[in-house]
């Protein structure tokens, strides 16, 4: 069976631009959730979403947004790039009962690497 | 707000040596807590994880005891390899949001031959 799946593995870009970064959940699986992760850091909780809907967002500003697709994949978008936002970005799925169920394994990503210049 | 804290690193071992890294937390309620690794330029992995007090997590012959008196989570392994090279990130998840990981700053384990 195909793990978490996350496009691209690395990606370059300059302050300003704007970014989308992709990832497919294992098969099964309904909940996404995305994390960053700054060299040298753990990973920071961005957002979660189950069943296509928004579940949790961690601290962080409006240019960072995202969204979940019928098929359970899902796309982060970061806006306005500044350089403080090159991290190593980790999708994880989950499966979850009914949204909030018990504890389950955070399966992750090989995460994309994104460099602001 | 939870919060974990672990060891800072780097741990420089020999092979067969004897690991520990120590990890606390601060949660309100009853947290499942977690150790994820990851070995270079590669995602995170499940270690190993208890969902309640006094569980022991074991996995690969790396052990830690959920002690909600001490509230600590504390990674070891008897004898340690080249290949467990890596860094080390404790983690807990609320039972009221399962989906949110909180995690640690990491410890990076370097294990000589």
């Known amino acids: 069976d195909a793990g978490v799946t996350q496009s691209p593995t690395h990606l370059i870009k300059t302050r300003g631009q704007h970014v989308t970064l992709r990832c497919s959940p294992i098969?099964?699986?309904?909940?996404v959730s995305w994390y960053q992760q700054v060299l040298g850091q753990g990973p920071q909780f961005i957002f979660q979403y189950y069943e296509k809907e928004e579940r949790g967002r961690g601290n962080f500003p409006d240019r960072f947004s995202a969204r979940q697709f019928p098929n359970y994949s899902s796309e982060l978008n970061v806006n306005a790039l500044l350089l403080g936002d090159s991290a190593l970005y980790l999708c994880a799925s989950n499966f979850l009962l009914g949204g909030l169920g018990e504890n389950t394994e955070a399966f992750f990503g090989q995460g994309t690497r994104l460099t602001v210049v | 707000g939870n919060s974990v804290t672990q060891m800072e690193g780097p741990v420089t071992l020999s092979e067969e040596a004897f690991l520990t890294i120590n990890c606390t937390y601060t949660a309100t309620g009853y947290p499942s807590l977690f150790w994820y690794v990851q070995y270079p330029g590669e995602g995170l992995q499940l270690l190993l994880k208890a969902t309640k007090a006094d569980d022991k997590g074991s996995n690969k012959g790396f052990e830690a005891t959920y002690r909600k008196e001490t509230t600590s989570f504390h990674l070891e392994k008897g004898s340690v390899q080249v290949s467990d090279s890596a860094v080390y990130f404790c983690?807990?998840?609320?039972?009221?949001?399962?989906?949110?990981?909180?995690f640690g700053s990491g410890t990076r384990l370097l294990v000589r031959p």
């Open positions: 983690a807990l998840s609320d039972r009221g949001s399962s989906y949110k990981l909180i």
């Open positions: 098969s099964g699986h309904k909940s």
